[in-house]
T-cell receptor
Framework: DAKTTQPDSMESTEGETVHLPCSHA???????IYWYRQVPLQGPEYVTH???QNTTNSMAFLAIASDRKSSTLILTHVSLRDAAVYHC??????????????FGAGTKLTIKP | EAAVTQSPRSKVAVTGGKVTLSCHQT?????MYWYRQDTGHGLRLIHY???????EKGDIPDGYKASRPSQENFSLILELASLSQTAVYFC??????????????FGPGTRLTVL
């Protein structure tokens, strides 16, 4: 299964824009790129996802490279509540069965006041 | 809102003992998953299920069994608990993945310590 590579940690300040990179050089054509985040003592929370086009929602903007070998999660006007571990994940969904997900260690994002 | 609950929230077990972790979802989702997370590491898929009375192996199934008696309930069973199974266990549910995205909703986790 294709895997992802993320920096171990990043730091930012409240109000700034953060760019969280993810490398997935061996991504397959049918794999979606998902981002989840996790705060201590809680389960992961869905942030966003994409296949080929850039996507945006209330939580973040996902920029996907044209060759799909990398992506960047962009968080604008970050607050202390955005401090979490951000996981970049590839989903290989098939029709009923053989569902596999690869979770990496993620990037620990620290936000300074 | 989607809801996944887990019980117990924490447990201490003895080596060689049997442990059962339970998960309940009220999302009407077909898929349910069990993951483990070790300190400082990402999540790893143990077992999953896409229909009641059927389970599938994930990436690290050895030493674990799973049971899906109904759409709402999914259990993880450690027949002979070992020290290496000390971890936090997360349950999740989702709609059927495939050509449309299937957001996974996670429970709060169960912290298992095997002594």
């Amino acid at each position: 299964d294709a895997k992802t590579t993320q920096p171990d940690s990043m730091e930012s300040t409240e109000g700034e824009t953060v760019h969280l990179p993810c490398s997935h050089a061996t991504i397959s054509g049918n794999e979606y790129i998902y981002w989840y985040r996790q705060v201590p003592l809680q389960g992961p929370e869905y942030v966003t996802h994409g296949l080929q086009q850039n996507t945006t929602n209330s939580m973040a903007f996902l920029a996907i490279a044209s060759d799909r070998k990398s992506s960047t999660l962009i968080l604008t006007h970050v607050s202390l509540r955005d401090a979490a571990v951000y996981h970049c994940i590839l989903r290989v969904g098939r029709n009923y069965g053989n569902e596999k997900i690869t979770f990496g260690a993620g990037t620990k994002l620290t936000i300074k006041p | 809102e989607a809801a996944v609950t887990q019980s117990p929230r924490s447990k201490v077990a003895v080596t060689g003992g049997k442990v059962t972790l339970s998960c309940h979802q009220t999302n009407n989702h077909d898929y349910m998953y069990w993951y483990r997370q070790d300190t400082g590491h990402g999540l790893r898929l143990i077992h999953y299920s896409y229909v009641a009375d059927s389970t599938e192996k994930g990436d690290i199934p050895d030493g674990y069994k799973a049971s899906r008696p109904s759409q709402e309930n999914f259990s993880l069973i450690l027949e002979l608990a070992s020290l290496s199974q000390t971890a936090v266990y997360f349950c999740a549910s989702s709609d059927r993945p495939g050509y449309n995205y299937a957001e996974q909703f996670f429970g709060p986790g169960t912290r298992l310590t095997v002594l």
